[in-house]
């Protein structure tokens, strides 16, 4: 219990550290060079935003909740490298593929205790896939113990089979090993298409439980506020007058 508390602490301290400005820079008289610096300080800007934003999104989550939620939405451009509790390991790597007529949405834990909750459905040649998770399921060790084997197909283009083929915004369950310590979490994901390419899967927000072996509930995300990162939202609004002006351009710009 005190353990818990001193890093809830310093989770808040460091939440409480003052985050760096952002400015934007003043036109040179040089019409050519300054679109073109000011076009890559923009994009700078932007990723510091997205940063900015999922990095007030965790401080939220510490301080209010025991769920650490943590809002994303990106397309899974082949590889999606997922760390669930942002201790700077990553947790899970989930991949799409596809080429000359042959496609498949994978999962696979990067730790050997890390374990993905699996569904009786064939998907590349494999009779159990990983399964696709309503919400509200309650993802804890029962649910693993149901399917000891790993199930790692998300999808297969052979004969379009898996679990999370046409699936949309369902859920992953997912068990992390911190500090030797199983904590249940989940990933929100969509299927899109084999012809989106680079879309193929679409990850829209992750989860875990702080408290060892305790269950969580797909898509709990605790009492932290859901917010988008993309420009105009939690990311932009953090960096204030500057975010706004940014967002604008941006709009310009891309």
């Known amino acids: 219990m005190t353990s818990q508390s001193n890093d809830s602490a310093a989770s808040n301290e ?42 007030a999104a965790v401080c939220a989550s510490h301080a209010e909740a025991e769920v650490l939620y943590t809002p994303v939405y990106h397309n899974v451009d ?13 947790d899970f790597q989930i991949t799409s593929y596809y080429f000359e007529g042959f496609g498949s949405l994978r999962v696979e834990p990067k730790k050997i205790r890390n374990r993905i909750v699996g569904e009786r459905k064939f998907c590349l040649q494999n009779p159990v896939g990983a399964a696709a998770l309503p919400a509200g399921v309650l993802i804890g060790p029962n649910l693993f113990d149901e399917f000891p084997k790993l199930g790692t197909c998300m999808a297969s283009e052979a004969f379009n089979t898996g679990p999370w083929y046409g699936v949309r915004e369902h859920y992953l369950g997912l068990a ?19 012809n989106c390419f680079g879309c193929i899967g679409r990850i829209q927000g992750y989860a875990y439980e702080t408290i060892p072996n305790k269950p969580i509930r797909a898509g709990d995300e605790g009492n932290a506020e859901e917010a988008s990162i993309a420009p105009g939202s939690l990311g932009m609004l953090a960096m204030g007058a500057t975010g706004l002006t940014l967002w604008k351009q941006a709009k310009n710009d891309f």
Request: glycine residues 8%; charged residues 20%.
């Open 78 to 90: 082949s590889l999606y490298f997922l760390d669930l509790n942002h201790d700077g390991i990553i």
């Open 176 to 194: 992390v090993e911190v500090n030797g310590e199983v904590h249940y979490g989940w990933a929100r994901m969509s299927f899109n298409n084999w």
């Open 14 to 55: 460091r939440c409480k550290q003052p985050q760096p400005s952002a400015t934007l820079a003043r036109p040179s008289s040089k019409s050519g060079k300054s679109q073109a610096l000011r076009k890559s300080l923009t994009k700078r800007l932007l990723a510091y935003a997205t940063m900015a934003g999922a990095g």
